[in-house]
């Protein structure tokens, strides 16, 4: 199929994207990599009047480092994230889970902003903000908010953004000092059935501190499993801590059943991936 009609306006400036999604009062696409606004216009299910396309506004393109925080800016690539020295030393987390979206074609041109908004419940870049606690800077033409990432979506592709607001950054704290990563796809770099990220420290007595682990694919949008974290902070990650922790997911998730995989499948590898994961998590300091 062919995307309906819609106007396009080119913007280099912030104020004037704010401008045109005021004007069409939620009835407008912000166009960054496309890699899924695209295919979901020529499949007639988005309808836009228009499309704000904001790929020459050069300070959305930016990746800056201050103090212990990572400031990635909404336009910056998948490909970027990947090879750039800056977030393999600060997020290597998020250049490992960059690596596993669809193929070098989709990396190229996808952006870290577009991913957020999107709103993937399958999708590896929410799941990694929301590990890594990030934080999301919003501007409108009053103003600016942040938003953290586990207040951001309100459920599958639906985010708080109201419709005259625009995502300029997204925020990153200190990285955890250890992280490990699983997912489990029918074909390489094809949607997640199913994703787990985890991170932690350990203290000088071998006990694991602040642990966050997030599920990808599982419910409407990724969540944290926070009765596993709280289960398995301050223990020693051994096999019977993390046995029991698992034993914790369901309260979590409410997995969908679709042509990837049904709702028995994803919970019976999700318990499996878990276990695999956590394992990944305390080999990382061994």
């Given at each position: 199929?062919?995307?309906?009609?819609?106007?396009?306006?080119?913007?280099?400036?912030?104020?004037d994207a704010l401008h045109y999604l005021k004007f069409y009062e939620g009835d407008a696409r912000v166009?960054?990599?496309?890699?899924?606004?695209?295919?979901?216009?020529?499949?007639?299910?988005?309808?836009?009047?228009?499309?704000?396309?904001?790929?020459?506004?050069?300070?959305?393109?930016?990746?800056?480092?201050?103090?212990?925080?990572?400031?990635?800016?909404?336009?910056?690539?998948?490909?970027?994230?990947?090879?750039?020295?800056?977030?393999?030393?600060?997020?290597?987390?998020?250049?490992?889970?960059?690596?596993?979206?669809?193929?070098?074609?989709?990396?190229?041109?996808?952006?870290?902003?577009?991913?957020?908004?999107?709103?993937?419940?399958?999708?590896?870049?929410p799941l990694g903000c929301l590990v890594l606690d990030a934080r999301l800077r919003a501007v409108n033409?009053?103003?600016?908010?942040?938003?953290?990432?586990?207040?951001?979506?309100?459920?599958?592709?639906?985010?708080?953004?109201e419709d005259h607001e625009l995502l300029t950054e997204i925020i990153f704290p200190k990285h955890p000092?250890?992280?490990?990563?699983?997912?489990?796809?029918?074909?390489?770099?094809?949607?997640?059935?199913?994703?787990?990220?985890?991170?932690?420290?350990?203290?000088?007595?071998?006990?694991?501190?602040?642990?966050?682990?997030?599920?990808?694919?599982?419910?409407?949008?990724?969540?944290?499993?926070?009765?596993?974290?709280?289960?398995?902070?301050?223990?020693?990650?051994?096999?019977?801590?993390?046995?029991?922790?698992?034993?914790?997911?369901?309260?979590?998730?409410?997995?969908?059943?679709?042509?990837?995989?049904?709702?028995?499948?994803?919970?019976?590898?999700?318990?499996?991936?878990?276990?695999?994961?956590?394992?990944?998590?305390?080999?990382?300091?061994?």
């Amino acid at each position: 199929m062919k995307a309906p009609n819609f106007k396009y306006h080119h913007v280099t400036q912030i104020e004037d994207a704010l401008h045109y999604l005021k004007f069409y009062e939620g009835d407008a696409r912000v166009l960054a990599g496309g890699q899924s606004l695209i295919p979901m216009l020529n499949m007639r299910l988005w309808r836009p009047a228009a499309l704000i396309d904001i790929n020459s506004i050069s300070e959305l393109t930016q990746v800056r480092s201050e103090g212990e925080e990572i400031t990635i800016s909404a336009l910056v690539r998948y490909s970027e994230i990947e090879n750039s020295t800056l977030i393999s030393e600060k997020l290597p987390l998020m250049k490992k889970l960059v690596s596993y979206i669809g193929d070098r074609q989709v990396r190229n041109r996808g952006t870290i902003g577009g991913s957020v908004v999107q709103g993937d419940p399958t999708g590896e870049v929410p799941l990694g903000c929301l590990v890594l606690d990030a934080r999301l800077r919003a501007v409108n033409s009053e103003g600016e908010r942040i938003i953290r990432m586990e207040e951001f979506y309100e459920g599958s592709y639906s985010t708080v953004l109201e419709d005259h607001e625009l995502l300029t950054e997204i925020i990153f704290p200190k990285h955890p000092t250890h992280y490990a990563f699983r997912e489990v796809c029918r074909r390489h770099n094809d949607f997640a059935v199913l994703s787990i990220a985890a991170t932690g420290t350990i203290n000088e007595k071998n006990q694991w501190k602040n642990i966050r682990i997030g599920l990808g694919a599982v419910n409407e949008k990724p969540v944290l499993a926070r009765t596993s974290m709280s289960l398995l902070e301050n223990s020693y990650l051994n096999d019977l801590d993390i046995h029991e922790a698992s034993e914790s997911l369901l309260d979590a998730i409410d997995p969908p059943s679709d042509i990837r995989g049904s709702a028995e499948y994803r919970t019976h590898l999700l318990q499996l991936y878990f276990i695999k994961v956590l394992k990944d998590l305390r080999s990382s300091v061994e």
